[in-house]
């Protein structure tokens, strides 16, 4: 490629503002072998993606994160097209005309189904609509959520499940310390909900959540975590495991675990059950159609041909007794307009982040992934950072051996004006910036890290856009 070529801007179009896309596309702009412009669209006016509306609000100090974020959008080459929808207001056809580069990071959207009988009655929903719902996501203000119920089952217990539990157990001065919605802490105050119960099918080694949030459970404020003593007591295999294991973040996590096991004296209104080797059957209903209660099967652990250790069901069950289910079993991608997806693994048909058509095998000239839809819904938001690069490195060959766009109209005011076409309501980076201030001093009104807004309509007015 010839100098001349090689200073020439490149047009890049990312689909989707959380972590995956922001790294890329700080990924791209440090390849000073290449001049990129880079335009980010989101469907909702906010940027930041789960930092946003996923991070458990009593967990500040991770969403500090976004402040890397906005340094990377204070780039002269960088513009933010928020409450512009891809698939509504902009379509493939229109990015290829105006860009040399398309990459997807929109996230797994949708949690996995359980799959089992009472799964849709009242009082069983997803742990992404309850999660929706308190971090004041737009599309979820208005979602009810029975909390005069006394017990609540979470089924899994990974770290968005432990983060409901979490929600469920603190109190209204803990809670008041957080970005919460303010709709969420009005609904939390009035709560009724005595007990939780996290559901994990496997046993305690096995576990997702991570050891600080497993820690942090017993530091409630006026809730206790109680385990099983035979359920948190370790087989043969993971005993042998433990014995040949060099991280000892395993061999802490059980015995923090175990700690929770001792008898305690109850001096705390709320108890959250951890519980293990256990899985839902049914969920049972009344006879409104309501939840009353889920049924489990006692689990045990066996060792797979491969080495691993996988849980089978035995012929032990129980019924637990509670008004309100919410299923956390892993997040679940959602198919885009015209781009190769499988829906099997929810995620976009790619190789190492090329999109691949899955007839021919080839990869869809100039277009990439990143993020949960390109690799699924696993790793913390450090690791989008990995998994972008991988994608940019692949960009980078692909811009070497000429396999990318060639747009018809790649001069940025062309895009500038179909979306003010399109879509003149469009929320820029500036506007996020103002918006931002404005929560926070709201927010230091109250003592508090901000009070968000959560419909768009207001946002629209808070920076003075008519809606």
């Excluded at 119920?149 to 008041?176: F, H, P, S, W, Y």
């Excluded at 495991?241 to 096991?261: F, H, M, T």
């Excluded at 790649?410 to 500038?416: K, M, T």
Aim: proline share 4%; charged share 30%; aromatic share 8%.
């Amino acid at each position: 490629m010839s100098q001349n070529e090689n200073n020439k801007q490149l047009r890049v179009a990312i689909i989707g503002s959380g972590p995956a896309g922001f790294y890329a596309c700080e990924h791209l702009f440090k390849r000073n072998e290449h001049n990129f412009s880079i335009d980010m669209f989101d469907k909702l006016p906010t940027p930041h993606g789960l930092v946003r509306s996923g991070v458990a609000p009593d967990h500040q100090k991770i969403k500090s994160v976004t402040r890397v974020y906005d340094k990377i959008a204070s780039n002269e080459n960088f513009r933010f097209f928020g409450l512009v929808e891809y698939g509504k207001h902009i379509t493939i056809d229109d990015l290829k005309r105006h860009y040399h580069i398309i990459i997807f990071a929109t996230g797994a959207q949708t949690d996995r189904k359980m799959n089992i009988p009472g799964e849709n009655l009242e009082g069983s929903h997803t742990a992404t609509e309850f999660v929706a719902w308190y971090n004041g996501h737009p599309d979820y203000k208005d979602y009810r959520f029975d909390l005069s119920q006394e017990k609540v089952a979470i089924v899994g217990v990974g770290n968005v499940a432990v983060d409901v539990a979490r929600i469920l157990c603190r109190t209204e001065q803990e809670l008041m310390q957080t970005d919460i919605a303010d709709y969420a802490l009005e609904a939390l105050k009035k709560s009724k909900v005595k007990e939780v119960y996290l559901l994990g099918r496997r046993g305690p080694a096995q576990a997702a959540f991570t050891n600080p949030e497993v820690r942090e459970l017993g530091n409630l404020d006026d809730a206790h975590a109680i385990t099983r003593i035979e359920e948190v007591e370790l087989d043969e295999f993971t005993r042998e495991l433990l014995e040949n294991e060099e991280d000892r973040s395993l061999v802490k996590k059980i015995e923090i675990l175990n700690s929770y096991s001792e008898d305690i004296e109850f001096e705390k209104s709320k108890k959250l059950h951890i519980r293990f080797l256990v899985s839902p059957v049914e969920i049972i209903g009344n006879e409104e159609g309501s939840v009353k209660a889920i049924k489990l099967v006692k689990n045990e652990l066996y060792r797979t041909d491969d080495g691993s250790l996988r849980p089978r069901a035995t012929d032990e069950t129980e019924e637990l007794e509670v008004g309100l289910v919410f299923r956390s079993i892993g997040y679940h991608g959602v198919p885009l307009p015209e781009v190769p997806f499988h829906e099997k693994w929810g995620v976009i048909h790619n190789e190492k982040g090329r999109v691949i058509d899955p007839e021919t095998q080839l990869h869809v000239h100039g277009i990439y992934s990143t993020g949960w839809i390109k690799r699924g819904p696993t790793g913390v938001i450090g690791t989008n950072k990995l998994d972008s690069g991988e994608t940019v490195e692949c960009i980078v060959e692909d811009i070497e051996s000429g396999s990318i766009l060639s747009p018809e109209a790649p001069d940025p005011r062309h895009l500038a004006d179909l979306i003010n076409e399109r879509q003149p309501q469009h929320f820029s980076y500036k506007d996020w910036l103002r918006l931002n201030e404005l929560e926070i001093l709201k927010g230091e009104e109250q003592g508090r890290p901000r009070v968000k807004y959560t419909s768009i309509d207001d946002m629209l007015n808070a920076v003075k856009k008519d809606s």
